[in-house]
């Protein structure tokens, strides 16, 4: 039997099913991809994860201590014994002293400086018994001081070294074999250089990975904080919502229907914040809280007060006090068992102020749960502040207050007055 295209099932389109997952998406995933198999070290081929020097990029210099060993061996050296010791004892603290130049703490101890005063005497004592090519431990030994010192007991150590170098070099060879001394000293600054240099970009790298670390939690801050004040709030809605429409069932099918279209209204207003919440541009209205605030405490049984006062405000304050009118909303529908709930918008004098007050148990006097401390966070960074507790007798009170901005009349430009804390009355 043949089978035309019209007898396969057609492929569900899973972008049209799951509307965040697009191009964008894609992108995203594949970005957190190769940076996970990154950190586990797969494809590791920039610069950046070579990683700083070691002790072992110091190794290769020892060969230009080649000359003397090579006279050694072919018995050029009076009392080859001591000569064979010395070099032995010298090639010893040079790999003792690099390598732990690359630790700060180690390179930093009292011992690692008397290792580099035992090296410096051995090259020393070397140079002035044979000369010719054991003057060559000079700049080996200025490699080990620029790996061991930094700031200012750099300068006179390489200045130092070199004077020592050309005297030892002029007595032994004459002064042509002085240019030993011009190699000492670049060894010396060169070294310190390149090492302290690879030390501020690996300070640097740990400084970056730090700031990524914060913006992180930043980041997942935000989203906890949004979610739960987007989630609470309507959950509660939907629940009030939910429980109305049970209770309107039984005699009145018509107004139980429109408490489920407020529902569905509500289910679908919750996804559309949620998705602007996941891509980081929620924003709140505070004319569209306050009206919601207003229909959750009436469905609640609570007789709500709203009162505005003063100019318009601009969209970053209003947003802010949006999010405090959600959540105090919600909290009085929760937790308060109160019969009546007063919200005041006041706007003038350089400041916003926002006053949720009810009378209810007065719950709350012990901390702040994480809505109100998220929110109290939230003013905060903004330059404001948000206090609340219990109302003497009975009921509770959140105060907001941040400042508002206004054209400067001097300049035209847009200054923030100063914010005078508002306590709880």
Same mark, same amino acid.
């Given at each position: 039997?043949?089978t035309?295209?019209?007898?396969?099932?057609a492929?569900?389109?899973?972008?049209?099913? *799951?509307?965040?997952?697009?191009?964008? =998406?894609?992108?995203?995933?594949? &970005?957190? $991809?190769a940076? %996970?198999? +990154?950190?586990? /070290?797969?494809?590791?081929?920039?610069?950046?994860?070579?990683?700083?020097?070691?002790?072992?990029a110091?190794?290769?210099?020892?060969?230009m201590?080649?000359?003397?060993f090579?006279?050694?061996?072919q018995?050029?050296t009076?009392?080859?014994?001591?000569?064979g010791?010395?070099?032995?004892?010298?090639n010893?603290?040079?790999v003792?002293?690099?390598?732990?130049?690359?630790?700060?703490?180690?390179?930093?101890?009292?011992?690692?400086?008397w290792?580099?005063?035992?090296?410096?005497a051995i090259?020393?004592?070397?140079?002035?018994?044979y000369?010719?090519?054991?003057?060559m *431990?000079f700049p080996?030994?200025?490699? =080990?001081t620029?790996?061991?010192? &930094?700031? $200012?007991q750099? %300068?006179? +150590?390489?200045? /130092?070294?070199?004077?020592?170098a050309?005297?030892?070099?002029?007595?032994?060879?004459?002064?042509?074999?002085?240019?030993?001394?011009?190699?000492?000293?670049?060894s010396?600054?060169?070294?310190?250089?390149?090492?302290?240099?690879?030390?501020?970009?690996?300070?640097?790298?740990?400084?970056?990975?730090?700031?990524a670390?914060?913006?992180?939690?930043?980041?997942?801050?935000?989203?906890?904080?949004?979610?739960?004040?987007?989630?609470?709030?309507?959950?509660?809605?939907?629940?009030?919502?939910?429980?109305?429409t049970?209770?309107?069932?039984?005699?009145?099918?018509?107004?139980?229907?429109?408490?489920?279209?407020?529902?569905?209204?509500?289910?679908?207003?919750?996804?559309?914040?949620?998705?602007?919440?996941?891509?980081?541009y929620?924003?709140?209205?505070?004319?569209?809280?306050?009206?919601?605030?207003?229909?959750?405490?009436?469905?609640?049984?609570?007789?709500?007060?709203?009162?505005?006062?003063?100019?318009?405000?601009?969209?970053?304050?209003?947003?802010?006090?949006?999010w405090?009118?959600?959540?105090?909303?919600?909290n009085?529908?929760?937790h308060?068992g109160?019969a009546?709930?007063e919200?005041e918008?006041?706007?003038?004098?350089?400041?916003?102020?926002?006053?949720?007050?009810?009378?209810?148990?007065?719950e709350?006097?012990?901390?702040p749960?994480?809505?109100?401390?998220?929110l109290?966070?939230?003013?905060?960074?903004a330059?404001g502040?948000?206090t609340?507790?219990?109302?003497?007798g009975?009921?509770?009170?959140?105060?907001?207050?941040?400042?508002?901005?206004?054209?400067?009349?001097?300049?035209?430009?847009?200054?923030?007055?100063?914010?005078?804390?508002?306590?709880?009355?």
């Amino acid at each position: 039997m043949r089978t035309t295209s019209q007898d396969t099932p057609a492929r569900p389109d899973r972008t049209r099913r *799951f509307p965040g997952r697009g191009a964008g =998406a894609g992108n995203r995933l594949a &970005r957190v $991809r190769a940076h %996970a198999r +990154a950190r586990k /070290g797969c494809g590791r081929t920039g610069p950046e994860e070579l990683g700083p020097p070691n002790g072992f990029a110091m190794l290769p210099w020892l060969l230009m201590g080649m000359g003397s060993f090579s006279n050694l061996l072919q018995g050029r050296t009076p009392n080859p014994w001591i000569g064979g010791l010395g070099l032995l004892a010298f090639n010893s603290l040079y790999v003792t002293v690099v390598f732990r130049a690359f630790v700060k703490e180690a390179r930093q101890a009292r011992r690692t400086r008397w290792l580099l005063a035992g090296l410096a005497a051995i090259t020393l004592g070397l140079a002035l018994g044979y000369g010719g090519s054991w003057l060559m *431990f000079f700049p080996l030994l200025g490699l =080990a001081t620029g790996s061991v010192l &930094r700031g $200012r007991q750099l %300068a006179p +150590a390489a200045f /130092g070294l070199s004077v020592a170098a050309a005297v030892v070099g002029g007595v032994r060879e004459g002064w042509e074999a002085t240019g030993i001394a011009y190699g000492t000293f670049l060894s010396v600054m060169v070294t310190a250089a390149i090492l302290a240099l690879s030390e501020t970009v690996k300070d640097l790298r740990a400084a970056r990975e730090e700031l990524a670390r914060a913006a992180v939690e930043k980041e997942r801050l935000r989203f906890s904080r949004d979610l739960h004040d987007l989630l609470g709030h309507t959950l509660s809605v939907i629940v009030v919502k939910a429980e109305a429409t049970r209770r309107l069932a039984p005699r009145d099918l018509g107004a139980a229907l429109g408490q489920v279209t407020d529902i569905e209204a509500v289910g679908r207003q919750a996804l559309t914040e949620i998705r602007e919440a996941v891509t980081g541009y929620r924003e709140g209205s505070l004319a569209t809280e306050l009206d919601r605030a207003r229909d959750l405490l009436e469905a609640a049984g609570v007789e709500a007060a709203v009162r505005r006062s003063g100019p318009p405000l601009a969209p970053p304050t209003a947003a802010l006090l949006g999010w405090v009118v959600r959540e105090c909303a919600t909290n009085v529908v929760r937790h308060a068992g109160a019969a009546r709930c007063e919200i005041e918008v006041s706007g003038g004098a350089g400041q916003a102020r926002l006053v949720i007050a009810d009378d209810g148990r007065g719950e709350g006097a012990g901390p702040p749960g994480s809505g109100l401390q998220g929110l109290a966070e939230r003013l905060a960074a903004a330059g404001g502040s948000l206090t609340s507790g219990p109302v003497a007798g009975s009921g509770f009170r959140v105060t907001a207050v941040l400042p508002v901005t206004e054209p400067d009349p001097a300049t035209g430009t847009v200054r923030q007055k100063q914010i005078v804390a508002d306590g709880v009355a």
